[in-house]
């Protein structure tokens, strides 16, 4: 069993910022692929964006430049710092990681139960 627990959500001013994080805990032997989407009402989930253990990272089209992925290997940690928002970011942001829970075992995609991320005035 995998459980990803996000935390650093709330409501923020046009302009400001917020730090999400998501950590994975269970039986785990590696993690490939960690990420954030959303969904705000009425709108399809999107990939905000997402980074490989390599450490390469795609981004969103609409988050680049204010956004940033990192993460925490040695935590099985993975952080949005979300800087510049805008009331288009409001939405429910899920993390999911593609987890290998042995070294022969195929890789399994677990989500977080999502924050809500409102931008307003």
């Known amino acids: 069993q995998?459980?990803?627990v996000e935390s650093g959500g709330g409501l923020v001013q046009p302009g400001g910022s917020?730090?999400?994080?998501c950590?994975?805990?269970?039986?785990?032997?590696s993690i490939n692929v960690m990420g954030w989407f959303r969904q705000a009402p009425g709108k399809q989930r999107e990939l905000v964006a997402n980074i490989i253990s390599s450490g390469s990272i795609n981004y969103a089209d609409s988050v680049k430049g204010r956004f940033?992925?990192?993460?925490?290997?040695?935590?099985?940690?993975?952080?949005?710092?979300?800087n510049r928002l805008?009331?288009?970011d409001t939405a429910v942001y899920y993390c999911n990681a593609d987890v290998k829970r042995s070294s022969w075992s195929l890789a399994t995609r677990w989500w977080g139960q999502g924050t809500q991320v409102t931008v307003s005035s």
Do not use: H, W
């Open 86 to 88: 805008i009331p288009e």
């Open 23 to 29: 950590a994975a805990s269970g039986s785990i032997f």
């Open 68 to 82: 940033t992925i990192s993460r925490d290997n040695a935590k099985n940690t993975v952080y949005l710092q979300m």
């Open 18 to 21: 917020l730090r999400l994080s």
């Open 2 to 4: 995998v459980q990803l």
